[in-house]
């Protein structure tokens, strides 16, 4: 069974400590103006103007992500677009541990007292 999960902030640095890989899904707009977590990779999918980059996306993914079984955590602002996505690669795609960051970046990290990079 497919398997996509929240996770607070604490969850997610254990897992990517341990190898899992953190994908920042916003855009490059956003990524300059509040940072990112350290060590994320950053994949944009939702365009500026609200519309799905899939084969840049899919591409990016593929190159990082080899195996549908392999765990990794996406993010975004609030976590409004990590939900569809989500459960798109995971009922759609068949990816198996997709992980999101409850709340985004926004709540679930940075108004948690989190550090981003630059």
Not at 3 to 16: G, N, V, Y
Not at 71 to 77: G, M, N, Q, S
Not at 85 to 107: A, C, D, H, R, S
């Amino acid at each position: 069974m497919a398997s996509f999960k929240e996770i607070d902030a604490d969850t997610l640095l254990k897992m990517q400590k341990s190898g899992v890989v953190v994908i920042d899904i916003r855009t490059p707009q956003e990524w300059n103006n509040r940072g990112i977590i350290k060590g994320a990779k950053k994949i944009m999918f939702f365009t500026p103007n609200g519309g799905a980059d899939v084969p840049n996306f899919m591409f990016k993914l593929g190159n990082l992500i080899k195996d549908k079984s392999k765990p990794f955590i996406i993010y975004c602002a609030h976590a409004n677009r990590t939900k569809k996505l989500g459960e798109w690669l995971t009922k759609n795609l068949g990816f198996k541990n997709v992980y999101e960051l409850k709340g985004g970046i926004e709540y679930g990290w940075i108004n948690k007292g989190y550090k981003t990079v630059k």
